[in-house]
């Protein structure tokens, strides 16, 4: 599966972006994560098309919503009142078999990555 990321940008502290992502097959579940430079790839949000399970990483809960459209195996990530420390790659990935829920967080129950978009938010 091939994933195709797009929608990254800049925006000021307080504004909005939305991240698109489209994979070339069917999938059990899509999810986002980011890396900033120097730190650690982080779980952003993710969901598990079969029982339509959301999750979210604790620094984004209440300001990011992600939806998606199973039939066109697309899934978006809304971002809303965002913050420098926002400030990433956002990386797209996707999984063929279905993830466990308590799972759904980890970036090891996702063997499909995208390319990344990057997102700069300025104070």
């Known amino acids: 599966v091939q994933l195709q990321a797009s929608g990254g940008g800049s925006v000021q502290a307080g504004g909005s972006l939305r991240l698109s992502c489209a994979a070339s097959d069917s999938t059990s579940a899509m999810a986002w994560f980011r890396q900033a430079p120097g730190k650690e790839r982080e779980f952003v949000a993710t969901?598990?098309?079969?029982?339509?399970?959301?999750r979210y990483g604790d620094s984004v809960k209440g300001r990011f919503t992600i939806s998606g459209d199973k039939a066109k195996n697309t899934v978006y990530l809304q971002m809303n009142s965002l913050k420098p420390e926002d400030t990433a790659l956002y990386y797209c990935?996707?999984?063929?078999?279905?993830?466990?829920?308590?799972?759904?967080?980890?970036?090891?129950?996702?063997?499909?990555w995208g390319q990344g978009t990057q997102v700069t938010v300025s104070s």
């Open positions: 969901i598990r098309w079969s029982g339509g399970n959301i």
């Open positions: 990935a996707a999984s063929i078999n279905r993830p466990i829920l308590s799972a759904l967080g980890d970036e090891n129950s996702y063997r499909n």
